[in-house]
């Protein structure tokens, strides 16, 4: 599939700040200069403000140090996917000694995490919710290992919105992978939090009260 993304600059430091972003969330993207020619299947371009003048395009987002590159590549992502807002956001966690995280839009994988810790992983998906409208939210906790899940939830509880949905889901199955990714710890957390995200779980109460 031919990219949908391009990233225009001659800076050094723009260019490779945008790009590491792009590869972390596994979009692929053309690398242009501000003058050149934009295929027509590009839906957005990435750029700096000083080059913006030099683009011609209806989607052009601009970066700037100011900015979360996260941000930026998030509404990159949702123009091409032809989203203002996705209806149905899903974060799922594999819980354990690390916590693999993935996050689904529309069904569709917009990006995974490896986090070493409950309260790290709650800053991801609280960074994750800020940036990412949706119509409707809900996490999802794979209950393989009760007491991650369990301080996972509690601490969630007290973070997050009290209008989104907590589910505990069942793991049966989601560690089975195949090949290398079965014996390296990250790949295989966030392979099986695709896994979770994907299944419906018993939704757990939300105990904390309103202000």
């Known amino acids: 599939m031919k990219a949908k993304i391009a990233v225009a600059t001659v800076s050094g430091k723009a260019y490779y700040l945008i790009v590491s972003e792009l590869k ?110 949706a119509n409707h939210i809900t996490i999802r906790i794979g209950n393989g290992a009760p007491s991650y899940t369990e301080e996972l939830w509690r601490n969630l509880d007290d973070a997050i919105p009290r209008n989104i949905v907590i589910e505990s889901v069942g793991e049966e199955g989601t560690s089975q992978c195949l090949g290398e990714t079965a014996h390296r710890r990250g790949k295989r957390d966030v392979s099986s939090a695709i896994k979770i995200a994907q299944r419906q779980g018993k939704v757990l109460p939300r105990r904390k009260n309103d202000d």
């Open 24 to 133: 972390k969330k596994n979009v692929s993207f053309l690398s242009l200069k501000p003058n050149d020619d934009i295929p027509l299947d590009v839906k957005a371009v990435i750029t700096t403000k000083k080059e913006r003048s030099k683009i011609t395009h209806q989607n052009v987002l601009e970066y700037e140090e100011s900015k979360k590159l996260a941000e930026i590549v998030d509404e990159a992502i949702r123009i091409v996917k032809g989203k203002k807002i996705y209806e149905r956001l899903v974060v799922g966690v594999d819980p354990g000694q690390n916590f693999g995280v993935a996050v689904l839009g529309d069904g569709n994988i917009l990006e995974t995490e490896d986090c070493t810790s409950a309260s790290e992983t709650v800053n991801t998906i609280k960074n994750v919710l800020s940036r990412t409208p």
